[in-house]
């Protein structure tokens, strides 16, 4: 499995409009664009004093699933438009990660 991470950084006045467009719209089209090996998206937010820190982890099977989303380039950030003119800075790349190792809290059942 691969985590992909992206950071994006909003104003104070501009952070709820992103956090909205990314939930109601972004998330919304990844999930019904039934990518292949696509497994979830996670939005977490940080505010600062003078701004608000985003950062999405999307988690896919593979490489190949990987670039079934994001195309051959596929550590370059994919951003729609409308968050873009509400971001104040963001990744033009995103950061790959392998995942060595996972524990949840879910205790499996008996067969």
Known sequence: MLAR???GFATLENADAYEKITKDETFVSIRNGNIP????????RRDHANEVEFITIMWFDSLESIRAYAGDEYEKAVIPLRSQVVLKRFDKVTQLYEVLAQVSAKIAEPA
């Not at 090996?37 to 977490?44: D, M």
């Open 5 to 7: 991470i992206w950071h």
């Open 37 to 44: 090996g696509f497994q979830e998206i996670q939005l977490l």
